[in-house]
């Protein structure tokens, strides 16, 4: 028998069957690339209006242009809405950083009296509805006669934020090997000196993503600083005023800037991620 015979010989399967076969094999593929078509559509959209050459309104394409790029803080206030968002969103992630580490290290190294309670009582933050924690807080301040406004909007953000500082680092404090520790004290290292060289380089990746976590939940938030910021605006109220008569185009452009800062900033991690697991 000859090898085109034996080709020959060999039932070919039907169309339908042929489509599903692949469908099969490349169903992860097709969920992947429908995902993020979904999840990148509305930052595409963002970005092409950035250019669009649109006056008043941005609600309709009227023509390509520069300008919005060359001149981001064109739109009156979107500047300083903007400068307003980065001061209380650094403000409340250094804070929020430092305490939600101690109450990590404090959680996942040591074993006290309401451990537990203090555990469930971490999540109760970021189980609560935000319109729930904005209304609470402000009747916090207003009971202590505080007058809503840039502080407590920082304070407010501390809140919320904690508790995502504290989940992220803990589960970095729980990954360590204890045992790189006690050879730091056999080779007669103090408890600061291992803490400083062993223990904190070990925790600073988590501290780090716990960081940017809560930089960018600070950062986006509506809802909480709308109840607590009383005249100061940031740049989410920024947008949301602004929608019903279309967002200025230069808001697209800070959102478009954001946008790749923070992919850059992935990207930079994964590849300093990568130097060192290949070093």
Known sequence: MTVKQKDASIPTL??????SRWIGRNLIRIYMVFAFTYLFIPVAYTFAFSFNDSGKSNLIWKGFTFDNWMNPCGAPEVCSALGNSIKIGLLATIFSTILGTMIAFAIGRYAFKGRSASNLLIFLPMATPEIVLGASLLSLFLVFQISPGFWPTVLAHVVFCVSFVV????????SLDPRLEQAAMDLYANEFQTFRRVTLPLV??????????????????FIITNFNSGTVT?????V?????????????????AMFFLA???????????RKRKVS
């Open 14 to 19: 039907p169309l339908g069957a042929q489509i």
């Open 167 to 174: 989940v992220t680092v803990k589960a970095r404090i729980a």
């Open 204 to 221: 600073a990746p988590g501290i780090a993503a716990a960081a940017l976590l809560a930089f960018s939940l600070s950062f986006d938030d």
């Open 234 to 238: 940031t740049f989410p109220k920024f």
């Open 240 to 256: 949301y005023v602004s929608a019903a008569r279309g967002i200025p185009a230069q808001a697209n452009v800070i959102g478009s």
């Open 263 to 273: 992919l850059a900033l992935v990207i930079v991690g994964q590849v300093v991620s």
